[in-house]
């Protein structure tokens, strides 16, 4: 990968941990952001099992750079959405779990950036907004799909038209983190977690990633047999029978090392 401007990539063990770092700007999201995110995010480390995001300095995330978007025709922001679109994409679907750990501000873009991820941990610093309709805009990077999914689309009217700020203890009880630590402590549970998730066999992983976002917008029927092909799929394997072997036996086991 080349020389990267707004993040930085450091590799520990089977986790790939992804730091947004435009701490001056409160990692506001740029062209460049997610250029970088896209690049990664299709060609990351082969060693990477799974990646951990987070914000560098007081923030995860400010949402979109307003001075750089400011310039742009119709015609370049509905490429740049589009572009943003097949980037949180491949954060989604491109095989690799992806833990957020989220502090400070978690608003607009930054909001898109971590419903992206597969586990989210937020310290009680972290907030939520989607203002986007109070600066004259509306959101391009995914929100109006994925939080909808998340916090159901009657909220995310609503926190779109009054620009409302939920507050750390809201966005838990919302599913907008699955996990509320202390103060200082996400990047450690992120990393935590990330290195259990490693441990799962490869297959079963990306059934959990590919497989259920997808049952869960089929009728029943269809979703049990999207069930059933990736189960039996799954367990045809070399490393389910071992998983299996290790449960009947009571011993511990990983499929990354």
Known sequence: MAKLRHLTVVLKGS?????LNRPDKRNAVNRVLIEELAAFFNAP?????????????DHFCA?????EQKERTPE?????????????????????????AMHGAVIGGGLELAVCAHVRIA?????????????????????????GRIIGYGRT?????????????????????????????????????ADAIAGNAPLANRMILQAL????????????????????????TDDARAGMEAFLKKTAIRFDR
Not at 15 to 19: E, K, N, P, S, Y
Not at 76 to 100: C, D, I, K, N
Not at 167 to 181: I, K, M, N, P, T
């Open 157 to 193: 009217v609503e926190m779109m038209l009054t620009g409302r700020r939920y507050e750390a203890d809201d966005g838990q009880r919302l599913g907008l983190s699955h996990y509320l630590v202390g103060k200082g402590e996400a990047l450690a549970k992120a990393l935590e977690l």
């Open 213 to 236: 976002p997808r049952i869960g917008e089929m009728g029943t029927s269809e979703g049990l047999l999207a069930e059933a092909l990736a189960s039996a799929l799954t367990q045809a």
């Open 63 to 67: 949402g979109l750079d307003l001075a």
């Open 76 to 100: 370049e922001s509905f490429e740049l959405s589009q572009f943003w679109h097949r980037a949180t994409e491949v954060m989604q679907y491109g095989g690799l779990p992806l833990v957020a």
């Open 15 to 19: 986790t790939a941990l992804v730091t």
């Open 45 to 57: 480390p082969k060693k990477a099992k799974v990646v951990v995001i987070n914000g560098a300095g």
């Open 123 to 147: 310290e009680p610093s972290a907030f939520y907004a989607l203002p986007e309709g109070r600066r004259g805009i509306f959101v391009g990077g995914g929100a109006s799909v994925r939080v």
